[in-house]
Structure formats: C-alpha cells, structure tokens
C-alpha cells in the first residue's frame, strides 16, 4: 500500500513538494492560483479550447517523452514523479526558445490569449524526432487540432511551425541539454508516495485493497470525462483512486491471435498501436478529441463513462470485442455489446474495474471487410453525431455474416439486429437503399438533439451503410448493389 506521504514532481527545472493538496485540484488552477503562474490561460474549462495546454514530461526506457495536456481538466496528484513543464520556463533567460520565436518572427499572435497554449502544443511538436517531410503538415495539424485561435487565424501559427521544425531538426534546446539530470531528478522521487486524497497504486492488488477501503471513491484515468464533474458540475472529492501508474493496466500485445488491450492505455497508445493496421482505424482515431485529449484519455475511461457517442465501443462491438472486468481475486469476460445496459448505466459491479479489451487478430486482418465511420460537425477535436462500424464476415456455407455496431443512435452504443439479419435476407437480391432504412427504423428511434435530429441521424446511418457496401465493391459503384457482391469484394 503506497504511504500516504508528499506529492513530489519537477515544475518546470525546480523540484517541488506539495504536502497538503486536495485531490481534485485541477492542474490549471494549481498553477494559477497556487504559484501565480498565470502565463497559462483558462478559456473553456472543458478540454475544448487548449488554453490551458502544458507538457508533461515522463522519463520511458532513459529518456524523457513530452506530452501536451490540456491542464483544466487534469488533476494534480497525477503530476508525482514527472516534470510539469509552463510556458513562462521555455525562454532561456532573455533568449526566446525557437518555438516563441517562430511565432513572433511569423506573426502568430494578436489578442493573445490562446498564443501560450499554441506555445506549448508546438513544444510538444518540436520533440518529436526525426520529423518526416512527407508527413510535416499533418503532424503539424494534428498538434495544433486541439487549440483554438479567434483572432489570429491559423496560417501565421502553421507558418511559425513550419519554421520552428526546421530550426528544431538541426539544433537542442536547453531541455535536450539537461536531459540527464532532469532524469536523475525524476528518478530521486519515491514513486511509493502519493498525495493525500489521490491515491496511485502501483499494481491491481493495491487498487483493489484502495477501492475496498474507500468504497465511494471513484477511480478515475485520464480524467478528461471525470475532470468535467469538477470543472463544470463543481463537485468536490475527498479520495480519488487514479489507474495511471498500474503498469498491468498499461500494455497493448498481441499473443496467440488476440489483441488485449490494457484499460488503462490511451488513445494515442493506441493510435500507434492499430492505426498502422487499419486505415479506418487509424482515421478514427487521429479524429478522437485533440492530441492533448488523447495523450492522456484511455480505452477503461471511454468504456467506463458509458457515453452513448463513444467513439471506441462501435468499432470495438463490430470486431467482436469482449470486455475483461476484474475484481479483488476474480475475473470475468463479456461481451463489450452486452456491457452497456441503459443510458450511462453498465454491467460493471461495485467492486470491479474494467481491466482490459480483447479481440482477434483474425477479425481484423483475415478476409473479412472492416470499416468504420465517424460523422461530426468538425474534422478535429469533436464527437461523434453518427459513429458506425461494420464488419462482413463472408462464408462459403450461408453467405456470411454482417455486424453493424452503432453510435449516437440510441441512449447506449448498439448493434443494428434487424440490419444484421435484413442483410442476410436481401443476400441473394438487388440491394435496395430503402431495405436498409427500413430495418434502421426498427432498430433505432434516435433523440433530436443541439448535434442533430432524429431523421438526420437516421438517414446517416442508412447512408453509411450504403457506403461500406459501395466500398466494399470498389470500382462497381454502377452496378446493382447486391449484398452478396460483398462476400466476393
Ligand atoms: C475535449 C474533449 C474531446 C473529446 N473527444 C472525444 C472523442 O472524439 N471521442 C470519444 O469517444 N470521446 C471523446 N471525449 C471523451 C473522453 O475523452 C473519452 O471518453 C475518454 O476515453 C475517457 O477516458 P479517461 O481515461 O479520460 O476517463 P476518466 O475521465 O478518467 O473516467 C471516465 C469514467 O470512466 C470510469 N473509468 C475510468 N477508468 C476505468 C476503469 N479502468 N474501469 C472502470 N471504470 C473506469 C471513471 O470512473 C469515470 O466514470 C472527449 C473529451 C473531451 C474533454
Ligand atoms: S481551458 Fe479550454 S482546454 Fe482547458
Ligand atoms: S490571438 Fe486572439 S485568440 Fe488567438
């Protein structure tokens, strides 16, 4: 059981022990109102603007790894034994760091609120290594998707990153130069430590003695789902239970043609992990929050919260995914469709966590089609309206098989069982449009909503079923869509 000690952490080059915290303080306010360092802004409180934006650097295998977060909805206790890095610590004394430079030298900033947020996400950017040209401008989006600008517009920044890559390919930073000591420093803090009230085990067994001890304490990962009842719903905890540090929780492998994905892993985790071995995957995942959301949301916490638009249960659902739920000494498999009872409520018991996620390798890469599409109003940084995976399993004996798993179209993420079994009976015949609508309306009957009405979402559904079917038959768009042409495409 960690000793209920000191939380001890690097802020910016300076170590710092934090003896009486509470637990469900955010990091933003601690830096602003516990340390006065107001160079980083609150606009949203929500995860949603990325004014807030600082790195977090960890040391992995000897050497540091930086992460941008959006610091509003992350809690302080996560900081022990990392470094917290702010935009007032990037200049080197009087000398602006490449990064601030570039956005003076290119006119990156007018009002100024969100420049210290672009700050930091282009610092995160310079720490990638060895940057591809051919794959430049979408990196630089894809860290710049979770910051919002009003007034400047986005050419100058893109511009400023442009030039802070060039200089950063060929010349280090001070953090570069103190990468050794800052290492040793991170390595001096006892990890068994933990702030009072925010409690980090090392390993499921204390997780569980910890959830058995304070029973109503939630245990939470990356926060950005359970950082909004703080920001937004203004609830205060005394005992906060994080998974972060339970290493079991943490790996992705693959061992005997399965898949078992660690709970707690985060999207980016897995981004690098699938996203190579899938093409949709890989887009659906590049679209899920921002770069500073998915360096810190996990697949435990996207499940956990149980949200009806969820972007990882469809696609989890169409691979036939099962859904490992582990207690103190017992374990049980489910089938992830079956885990998700009513709006925002679960099979998920009291003493349990969601441990991992596991599907077959053979889902994915054997003869069958996969595709999945996630419709919303923006490209970046915004949930899903419509998400909708399908997966067609051909077969010799009967046809084959369709699984169609849905988003954003009922309080809970859901399998379409009258388009399943309409694709079985339409098998033979010409596919019509209307056939899929039809079964779509007996298995759904949406919400309206501020995101979309009810028919909108209906007739998404049916039109990105026509589309996996279009795709599936790439090249014979013209001819009559037959769903057995599928199980040959
Ligand atoms: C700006 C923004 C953009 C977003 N964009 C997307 C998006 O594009 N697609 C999408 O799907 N979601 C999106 N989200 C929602 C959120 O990021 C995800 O749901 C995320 O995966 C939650 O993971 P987390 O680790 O942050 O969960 P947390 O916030 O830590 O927890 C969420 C819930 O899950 C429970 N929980 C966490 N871990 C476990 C576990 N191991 N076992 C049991 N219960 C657990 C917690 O108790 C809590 O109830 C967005 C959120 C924000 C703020
Ligand atoms: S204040 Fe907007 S993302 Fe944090
Ligand atoms: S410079 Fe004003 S919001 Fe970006």
């Not at 710049?144 to 060929?170: F, K």
């Not at 036939?320 to 582990?326: E, H, I, S």
Request: charged letters at 20%.
């Amino acid at each position: 059981m960690p000793e209920t000690v000191v939380l001890r952490f690097l802020l910016n080059q300076t170590l710092v022990e934090e003896p009486d915290l509470p637990p469900d303080l955010t990091v933003l306010d601690y830096l602003r109102e516990h340390r006065r360092l107001t160079g980083t802004k609150e606009g949203c409180a929500s995860g949603d603007c990325g004014a807030c934006t600082v790195v977090i650097a960890s040391e992995v295998n000897g050497s540091l790894q930086y992460k941008s977060i959006n610091s509003c909805i992350a809690l302080v206790g996560d900081l022990h034994g990392r470094q917290l890095i702010t935009v007032e610590h990037l200049a080197d004394g009087d000398k602006l760091h490449m990064v601030q430079q570039s956005m003076v030298d290119y006119h990156g900033s007018q009002c100024g609120f969100c420049t210290p947020g672009f700050v930091m996400s282009l610092f995160a950017l310079s720490k990638e290594r060895a940057v591809q040209e051919e794959s430049r401008r979408s990196l630089i989006m894809s860290y710049l998707g979770g910051n919002l600008c009003r007034c400047t517009g986005y050419r100058p920044i893109i511009d400023a990153a442009n030039s802070m890559l060039d200089q950063t390919a060929v010349q280090q930073d001070q953090f570069d130069q103190c990468e050794t000591q800052t290492i040793e420093l991170l390595q001096s803090i006892n990890s068994q430590q933990s702030s009072s009230g925010f409690l980090r085990p090392e390993s499921l067994n204390q997780l569980f003695e910890l959830k058995a001890q304070f029973p109503a304490a939630p245990v939470v990962s990356g926060c950005t789902d359970f950082g909004l009842e703080i920001t937004q719903r203004l609830q205060s905890f005394e005992t906060i239970i994080s998974t972060t540090s339970v290493a079991e929780l943490n790996t992705i492998s693959l061992q005997e043609g399965v898949w078992r994905i660690g709970a707690g892993c985060t999207i980016g985790h897995l981004l690098t992990t699938l996203g190579p071995l899938h093409n949709d995957i890989r887009e659906l995942l590049q679209r899920y929050g921002s770069t500073q959301v998915r360096n810190a949301a996990t697949v435990g916490g996207n499940l956990g919260n149980a949200s009806p638009i969820g972007d990882l249960p469809p696609l989890l659902i169409a691979l036939n995914a099962r859904v490992v739920l582990k207690s103190s000494g017992a374990e049980r498999v489910l089938p992830l469709a079956q885990f998700f009872i009513d709006y925002k409520k679960t099979q998920l018991a009291q003493n349990e966590i969601i441990s991992a996620v596991l599907f077959d390798e053979q889902r994915l890469q054997g003869d069958g089609e996969f595709r999945i599409y996630k419709v919303s109003k923006r490209i970046d940084d915004d949930i899903s309206t419509v998400c909708a995976a399908f997966h067609w399993q051909p077969s010799n004996t009967d046809g084959g098989r369709l699984t169609a798993a849905f988003g954003g179209m009922a309080a809970i993420p859901k399998r379409a069982a009258t388009l399943e079994s309409a694709a079985k009976d339409i098998l033979a015949g010409t596919f019509d449009p209307v056939d899929a609508a039809l079964a779509l309306e007996k298995d759904f009957t949406p919400i309206g909503d501020a995101r979309a009405s009810a028919a909108y979402r209906i007739e998404v559904a049916k039109n990105l079923f026509v589309r996996f079917v279009l795709e599936c038959r790439a090249g014979e768009a013209d001819q009559p869509l037959k769903l057995s042409d599928v199980a040959h495409g």
